[in-house]
C-alpha cells in the first residue's frame, strides 16, 4: 500500500471530480489495514480518534500497529490512521471538500511527525 492511492481515493470520496457531489464514504477497514492489523482494529480506533485526546491516540496507535506488525513502513501506518478518521471527518459540522482536504492534510503531518518522516 502506498500513500498515493490511498490519499487519492478518499479525496475522491470525499469530493470527487466532476461538478456533481456524490455522497461520501470511507474505505473499508479491512481495505486499508492488512490483516495482521486487523478490521476490528481499525473500527476501535476511529471512535478513539473522535476523543479528545488525539494526539497520545495516535501515539498509542502507532506502537500498537508497529507490535502487531513491525514490517509495517510508515505510508502503510499512515493510511490505516487517516482511513480509521475518515469517519470523523465526514460528521464534522463544517465537513466540505476543502475542510476535509485540510483535516487530512493537518492529521497526516501529525502523524509523520510521530513517525518520524
Same mark, same amino acid.
Given at each position: 500500500?502506498?500513500?498515493?492511492?490511498?490519499?487519492?481515493?478518499?479525496?475522491?470520496?470525499?469530493?470527487?471530480?466532476?461538478?456533481?457531489?456524490?455522497?461520501?464514504?470511507?474505505?473499508?477497514?479491512?481495505?486499508?489495514?492488512?490483516?495482521?492489523?486487523?478490521?476490528?482494529?481499525?473500527? &476501535?480506533?476511529?471512535g478513539r +480518534?473522535?476523543? #479528545? /485526546?488525539?494526539?497520545?491516540?495516535?501515539?498509542? *496507535?502507532?506502537?500498537?500497529?508497529? @507490535?502487531?506488525?513491525?514490517?509495517?513502513?510508515?505510508?502503510?501506518?499512515?493510511?490505516?490512521?487517516?482511513?480509521? &478518521?475518515?469517519?470523523?471527518? +465526514?460528521?464534522? #459540522? /463544517?465537513?466540505?471538500?476543502e475542510a476535509?482536504? *485540510?483535516?487530512?492534510?493537518?492529521? @497526516?503531518?501529525?502523524?509523520?511527525?510521530?513517525?518520524?518522516?
Amino acid at each position: 500500500m502506498t500513500r498515493f492511492p490511498i490519499v487519492t481515493g478518499l479525496a475522491l470520496m470525499l469530493g470527487g471530480c466532476g461538478h456533481t457531489p456524490s455522497p461520501a464514504a470511507c474505505p473499508d477497514p479491512g481495505a486499508v489495514a492488512p490483516p495482521s492489523i486487523g478490521t476490528a482494529f481499525v473500527k &476501535d480506533l476511529t471512535g478513539r +480518534l473522535a476523543g #479528545p /485526546d488525539r494526539e497520545n491516540t495516535i501515539a498509542e *496507535a502507532v506502537a500498537e500497529i508497529h @507490535r502487531r506488525d513491525p514490517s509495517l513502513g510508515s505510508a502503510t501506518v499512515t493510511n490505516i490512521l487517516i482511513g480509521a &478518521d475518515c469517519p470523523n471527518a +465526514l460528521s464534522r #459540522p /463544517d465537513h466540505d471538500l476543502e475542510a476535509d482536504r *485540510a483535516r487530512i492534510a493537518g492529521f @497526516r503531518a501529525q502523524v509523520d511527525q510521530l513517525l518520524g518522516d
